[in-house]
């Protein structure tokens, strides 16, 4: 069984450009979950999608930040005319339908987004 | 916030059990502690997770005390591999939000 796939790993844009992240989650999981970790710094909850809804997005960002988890395909994190402070590790992180009471969130190897 | 407090840093020596203290004083009923950790690079890596009773797994052993305000995570024989920042995290059973990470503590396996 795969587990969480990201890519690209490592992507570099100039500012003013987008950037397409893209997380397939594990067999069967139809829950995603997307974090940012700053450097040096911990991880930060961003956006919680189940298929087509988005469930959660307390903690992206009000301008700029889109996600979504279509009925086909993987979720997608796009970030529109990206500047230098977008310059993080994007993880996704993905768990069972609900129903599952430990909730244990599955994490991807992430995407390192460079800005220059 | 984080509802947990963990030291920032330990050492341990390589072979020798690590053990990581977390503080949770207002961890309710419904709520697990879970562990997770992260190794340079890599996205986290769920340890384990217990309620009230002691639990382990191939991994780690975790300790909760009988008042459920502080537990312990036990790596019986810390290896080089075990570097890693260790996450405490509170969270209820039953839910399928966010996980919120504290800073956690960034365990140093010494050779």
Known sequence: ?116 | DAKTTQPPSMDCAEGRAANLPCNHSTISGNEYVYWYRQIHSQGPQYIIHGLKNNETNEMASLIITEDRKSSTLILPHATLRDTAVYYCIVRAMNRDDKIIFGKGTRLHILP
């Open chain 1, 1 to 116: 069984n795969a587990g969480v796939m990201q890519n690209p790993r490592h992507l570099v844009r100039r500012r003013g450009q987008e950037a397409r992240l893209r997380c397939s989650p594990m067999k069967g999981h139809s829950h995603v979950y997307w974090y940012r970790q700053l450097p040096e710094e911990g991880l930060k909850f961003m956006v919680y999608l189940q298929k087509e809804n988005i469930i959660d997005e307390s903690g992206m960002p009000k301008e700029r930040f889109s996600a979504e988890f279509p009925k086909e395909g993987p979720s997608i994190l796009r970030i529109q005319q990206v500047v230098r402070g977008d310059s993080a590790a994007y993880f996704c992180a993905s768990s069972p339908s609900s129903g599952d009471p430990y909730n244990e969130q599955f994490f991807g190897p992430g995407t390192r987004l460079t800005v220059l």
